[in-house]
Structures are given as structure tokens and as C-alpha cells.
């Protein structure tokens, strides 16, 4: 079997032919993977004297049509692209297509697709977007090794692991000194009081105003973990451990393993930078923001503490609703869609009356649509649970569309046919 490496590199060669100054078009996937790896591909562009221009683009069913508009000498699509490929051949250029989520089978003449898929690595764990970006970028000059702090950026965002192609991403990166590995309190930093309102992973139910639980344990709220005594700290985490039992969730470390890149900080932070850029169709400032534009960072800075703003108003509204229950499923409504897949997962993990051992479904309504969001916990998939085919079917059936992963699905339907949908739904769970 053919290596990621050395389609990347047949993929490096076929963009090498074109004479440099040459345009070539980029097409990224909106959310932090998909803009760090189209920023990866942008920066080898550049650094190898092409001219790019970069837009970070929506899974819509016109992509294709819409790129027939233009005229280019080459598009690499990154972090989507497998769900277009047939399509493709109606392009008049030449494509490339770096990428990690399942396609099609038939490869037109006029495309190089490089799927890290197709090289025995799992793509929804071992490889994303940005690391197949950055296996092409290095195949171009191996003097992008700083790239891997991008790519460790994305794979943070997909929730990917660092085994397979990605290990490799991150042993590059801390090799050659970009990337540096620390462990830390995921408390540190602001004060207490801070931290515990405005911590999301974790949620703290009650916690608009954290003082009355630190005067309770005797902790000055405007203290710093890092400044606690070793008795404060052990006193101050088993209180919230105990906290987060009441709420039903057993499993906060207290503790994590944070990448540094010696560009950017903290490649954790970065990443959900991206991701709220993304979310809040801030896209171009993500794209700069890694490109290392100094005024993208602090604008970027802002959108995150929006996002974050918004995320945690809806969730202080959502500890005092109760659900409404299926059989097999729990669903409730949101105002905002860009924030219901992240609602569903915070509120399945920390508000206890959304633990009833089964998904959790929000739905936005939007215009005369309804946005769909689903999540389960590894424990549910093992069971069975499977919300990308049930999401799928049910959508389906009612005239809409959806997909996904078995943890974690999406889809949208007409909105006059939301009780269909969720009958049709629990059907579709049942195993
Ligand atoms: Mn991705």
C-alpha cells in the first residue's frame, strides 16, 4: 500500500509543473481543521512563490457550480472536496484534493486525490485536514516543519488523536523545536472566580457567580491556582470533583498535556480561536490569524470571548430546562444553530437532567428549516448507538438530509415536520 507521504509527494510534483507566480485557487472547509489546513497549504504556496487565494467554504450542494465560474490553473480543495469528486471532472483545471473524510470511488482524469483513507490510516482519528495538508506541504520542502504547529491545531480541533500520521505531525514538530509538550492545571491562569464562571469543559451548573462556593472552602476568589498551597489545591479539587459528581459527570482531569508552538502559544487556544471563527462566519480572520497577522490575533481574541459568551448565556438558560424525552432520545430547542452541536455535547455531559443514558438532539429552527444536532457518549456507541445512519434515515424520510459519525451527527429538515422526524428518529435508533 501506497504511504500518505509519497501521494503527497506525487500531489506536490503535479502542483511543482505550473511556472511560479502562477494563482492557485484554495478551497478550505469551515471549522478549525479545515482553516488550518487550507492556511498550511497557503503558506507553502507562498513560500514557494505561487500567489493563492483562499476561501473557507460550506458543504453545499453548489460548490462545484460555483468554482465553475471561475477561472483557475489549479484548485486544491483541503478538508473537503471526497464529497464532490465526480463533479469534478466538469472543472477545467487541473485538482488537487487533500483530505480526510469518506468519498466517492470514481477519480476523474483531472483529479490527484490524496485521502488519507487510502493509505491504511483511520481518518477520523489518525489523520485530519490539516495533517494530510502538512504531509503535502512537506512533500514541497521540507523546510515547512513549522507547519506543524498548524497542523497539531486542526488535529486538536477535529478531536483526533496523535497516533497514526498525526503521531508523526507532532514528533516532527517537537524534533525540530517548534512544538513543545507541557503539562498543566486546567485551572491556571485568570483568577479563580474567573476561571470557574467562564470554564465551559468543565461546566459548573450555578456558577454565575462562583463566590459564594470559593468562600465556602476558605479560597480567596481573586487568588490564582498556581498560587494555591498544596493543601488550598487538593482542598479546591475535590470540592469541584465532588461538585461535577452531583452534576453526574465522573471524568475531569484536572490536569492536561498542552501543546506549545513556538509561534503561536498555546496551539489548544489557537484552535478554538479557529473553531469560533468558523462558527461565527469569521472565517478570513481565522485565515490570517494563522497566516500571522498581528491585528487578526487580537480581533480573533474577541470572537473567541464572543463565541464563549454566547455558548455559556445559552447553557446558564439551559440548566434550568427540562428536556423533552423519547424512548431513545432527548431533545430540546435552541435560538441559535451555529451553537447546537456544542450544546448537546455540554449539556450531555454536564447538566444532569439531560443524563438519562441516551442522546441528545437540539434543534434550531431557521427560517423554514430546522438544523439538527446529535450527540451520544463512547459508552452509547458501544451499545449500538449509531446517530449518523439513524440522523441519516430519519432526515431522509421527512424530505431533509443528514449524516455524520456515530458519536456525533447533524442534519436539517423542513420545519413543518419536526414530530415526523423525531418519531421517525426513534424508530431509526432501534437496533
Ligand atoms: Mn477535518
Not at 523545536?177 to 485568570?190: A, N
Not at 451548573?205 to 459564594?212: E, L
Not at 435560538?335 to 452541536?341: E, V, Y
Not at 445512519?389 to 447533524?410: F, Q, R, S, Y
Request: one cysteine or more; a negative charge.
Amino acid at each position: 500500500m501506497m504511504k500518505l507521504e509519497e501521494a503527497a509527494k506525487y500531489a506536490a510534483d503535479l502542483l511543482l509543473t505550473l511556472p511560479k507566480k502562477s494563482t492557485i485557487r484554495v478551497i478550505g472547509h469551515v471549522d478549525a481543521d479545515g482553516i488550518s489546513a487550507a492556511s498550511i497549504v497557503a503558506m507553502a504556496l507562498a513560500r514557494a512563490g505561487y500567489n493563492f487565494h483562499v476561501s473557507i467554504k460550506r458543504t453545499e450542494p453548489d460548490l462545484i457550480e460555483e468554482m465553475k465560474k471561475e477561472e483557475n490553473e489549479m484548485i486544491i480543495f483541503v478538508d473537503i472536496g471526497s464529497g464532490y469528486l465526480e463533479e469534478m471532472e466538469g472543472l477545467e483545471c487541473n485538482v488537487i484534493v487533500l483530505d480526510h473524510h469518506l468519498g466517492g470511488e470514481e477519480i476523474p482524469g483531472n483529479v490527484m486525490y490524496v485521502n488519507a483513507r487510502l493509505y491504511g490510516l483511520d481518518g477520523s482519528r489518525e489523520a485530519c485536514g490539516a495533517s494530510v495538508a502538512y504531509a503535502f506541504a512537506m512533500a514541497m520542502d521540507e523546510n515547512n516543519v513549522d507547519l506543524s504547529q498548524l497542523a497539531i491545531a486542526g488535529i486538536i480541533g477535529d478531536k483526533q488523536v496523535f497516533e497514526g500520521y498525526n503521531r508523526k505531525v507532532l514528533e516532527d514538530g517537537i524534533g525540530s523545536g517548534f512544538v513543545e509538550e507541557r503539562e498543566e492545571y486546567i485551572l491556571s491562569g485568570k483568577s479563580l472566580k474567573e476561571k470557574l464562571e467562564s470554564s465551559l469543559e468543565p461546566y459548573f451548573t450555578g456558577f454565575r457567580n462562583a463566590s459564594p462556593f470559593l468562600e465556602k472552602i476558605g479560597i480567596e476568589e481573586g487568588e490564582k491556582f498556581e498560587n494555591l498551597k498544596e493543601e488550598e489545591r487538593k482542598k479546591l479539587l475535590s470540592a469541584l470533583t465532588l461538585k461535577l459528581l452531583e452534576q453526574g459527570c465522573d471524568d475531569v482531569e484536572w490536569k492536561k498535556i498542552v501543546y506549545y508552538g513556538k509561534r503561536y502559544g498555546d496551539l489548544h487556544d489557537l484552535s478554538s480561536k479557529l473553531n469560533a471563527c468558523a462558527r461565527l462566519n469569521e472565517s478570513g480572520t481565522g485565515v490570517a490569524l494563522c497566516m500571522g497577522d498581528v491585528t487578526a490575533w487580537e480581533n480573533a481574541e474577541i470572537i473567541q470571548e464572543r463565541y464563549r459568551d454566547e455558548i455559556r448565556k445559552e447553557m446558564r438558560e439551559l440548566e434550568k430546562v427540562e428536556p423533552e424525552e423519547m424512548e431513545r432520545f432527548i431533545y430540546f430547542h435552541v435560538d441559535h444553530a451555529p451553537l447546537s452541536g456544542v450544546l448537546a455535547g455540554l449539556s450531555l455531559k454536564y447538566l444532569p437532567q439531560f443524563m438519562k443514558g441516551k442522546p441528545v438532539i437540539a434543534l434550531a429552527r431557521k427560517n423554514k428549516f430546522i438544523d439538527i444536532s446529535a450527540r451520544a457518549d463512547e459508552k452509547m456507541v458501544k451499545e449500538g448507538v449509531n446517530l449518523g445512519e439513524a440522523i441519516k434515515k430519519a432526515a431522509e424520510l421527512v424530505g431533509g438530509v443528514g449524516g455524520g459519525h456515530p458519536i456525533a451527527a447533524g442534519g436539517k429538515i423542513p420545519s413543518d415536520r419536526e414530530k415526523e422526524f423525531l418519531q421517525n428518529l426513534d424508530r431509526a435508533m432501534e437496533k
